[in-house]
């Protein structure tokens, strides 16, 4: 939180379970835990859950925190906890961590053949997602399922740190027909700064996430576009989790292989590249700061 603070970041969305947990009880046991930590430390911090809490956090100089899950494994298959989780500030969800699941087919299933995409069940909690407020995310699931879930959703929906297939052609990245298909919810896909998620050398320099900014930018306008760093600070102990577990974090996806993980403060040299070398307006900045994500938003949170 000191780097987003230094960097001038005025909010943080935390990943609260990316489907690994043992149980439903112990996810909603560290969300109470989370949520009590934030309100002991509300001289630092305060809970976003609804959008008028952005300008007030950021007017009071506090980091805003809201929740996301990169799984919809915590649900238990019980679309009931979809609404139970929203009050306690889960804000937005995705379906699966690469693997296949009860819910979509993940980013494993974009090369071999078995992409099949949202599930009834998973159509069941786009569906209760959408009544209850909570925006659509499918980032790390496959490109059927972003396609799919956009074809379902009846709000815009987001991607929320993935990356051009295109430009580095592996399966954790998207194709262009599924970026396409969220953009056309009136979403927005948002790039992270993973140097093997970007490009076969690994690095993450602002230039290099600026490239991924500016192809979405002309593919689907700069309205759609937001950065998502995917950052982790305990990275040696997050590189040993990746490693013990191929099957979640399958190499051939970019896991476990030499790469630079750009930290949320590269934002500022993406953005100094997209001015000075692609002419990137300051309404354009401001949308990929911020603005894009806050009409998403604006158009789910109840």
């Not at 949520?35 to 509300?42: E, P, V």
């Not at 569906?127 to 709000?155: F, L, P, W, Y």
Request: hydrophobic share 35%; glycine share 8%.
């Amino acid at each position: 939180m000191d780097h987003m603070r230094k960097n001038n970041f005025t909010a943080v969305s935390t990943t609260l379970s990316n489907g690994s947990d043992k149980s439903v009880k112990e996810t909603f046991d560290r969300i109470k835990e989370l949520n009590k930590y934030i309100n002991d430390n509300d001289n630092k911090y305060m809970q976003i859950k609804a959008l008028a809490d952005f300008d007030k956090a950021k007017g009071q100089g506090k980091i805003g925190v809201y929740h996301n899950f990169q799984s919809m494994m915590s649900l238990g298959e019980d679309v009931s906890n979809v609404e139970k989780y929203y009050r306690l500030g889960l804000l937005t969800m995705n379906f699966t961590y690469n693997v296949d699941t009860p819910y979509a087919t993940g980013g494993v299933s974009n090369s071999d053949g078995t992409d099949t995409g949202v599930t009834e069940l998973g159509a069941k909690v786009i569906r209760e997602m959408n009544r209850v407020g909570m925006v659509v995310d499918c980032s790390h699931s496959s490109n059927q399922a972003c396609i799919d879930a956009a074809a379902i959703t009846t709000k815009p929906m987001i991607m929320s740190h993935s990356n051009v297939g295109t430009l580095q052609p592996i399966d954790r990245n998207v194709t262009d027909k599924a970026i396409k298909a969220v953009a056309a919810t009136g979403g927005a896909i948002c790039i992270n700064f993973i140097g093997g998620f970007l490009n076969p050398k690994g690095d993450a320099r602002p230039v290099s996430i600026a490239k991924h900014m500016e192809y979405l930018k002309n593919l689907v306008g700069s309205k759609a576009v937001c950065a998502g760093s995917d950052y982790v600070y305990n990275y040696a102990e997050s590189l040993m989790w990746i490693l013990k577990d191929p099957v979640q974090f399958p190499p051939a996806s970019g896991y476990a292989t030499p790469s630079h993980m750009g930290m949320p403060g590269e934002i500022w040299g993406a953005v100094k590249v997209l001015e000075d070398t692609y002419g990137w307006t300051e309404k354009e900045i401001r949308g990929l700061l911020g603005e894009n994500l806050i009409r998403v938003y604006s158009q789910n949170w109840q």
